[in-house]
């Protein structure tokens, strides 16, 4: 299993930026996918997933509507458009991936494999 992020980068409030997750190694359509996100001297949090079973869409409270999460299986890719982006939205973001999770969960422990992270960082 290989997940490879990109996409991050420099942006000012109120901008926007789509990351990719690129998996490979295992069956993209029939597993847990889910957006992580770590701020410096903070807890990994979740931002966002795609549950195992139905392909339904998860979201943290804390992005307002501002983020979504979307996914090509041709391509075998996971996307995170983020708009209205703020300071506060500072982070390395991971992609995670779980082959026996059942629907999608948000504690971090439960995932098993994990993208190296790309930077994201917004200036006020």
């Known amino acids: 299993v290989q997940l490879v992020e990109s996409g991050g980068g420099l942006v000012q409030a109120g901008g926007s930026l789509t990351l990719s997750c690129a998996a490979s190694?295992?069956?993209?359509?029939?597993?847990?996918i889910g957006w992580f996100r770590q701020a410096p001297g903070k807890d990994r949090e979740g931002v966002a997933g795609?549950?195992?079973?139905?392909?339904?869409?998860y979201y943290a409270t804390s992005i307002n509507g501002r983020f979504t999460i979307s996914s090509d299986s041709a391509k075998s890719t996971v996307y995170l458009h983020m708009n209205n982006l703020e300071p506060e939205d500072t982070a390395v973001y991971y992609c995670a991936a779980d082959l026996d999770m059942l629907g999608f969960s948000w504690y971090t422990g439960a995932w098993t494999y994990w993208g190296q992270g790309t930077q994201v960082t917004v200036s006020s």
């Open positions: 190694g295992f069956a993209f359509d029939e597993n847990a």
């Open positions: 795609i549950s195992s079973s139905d392909r339904s869409t």
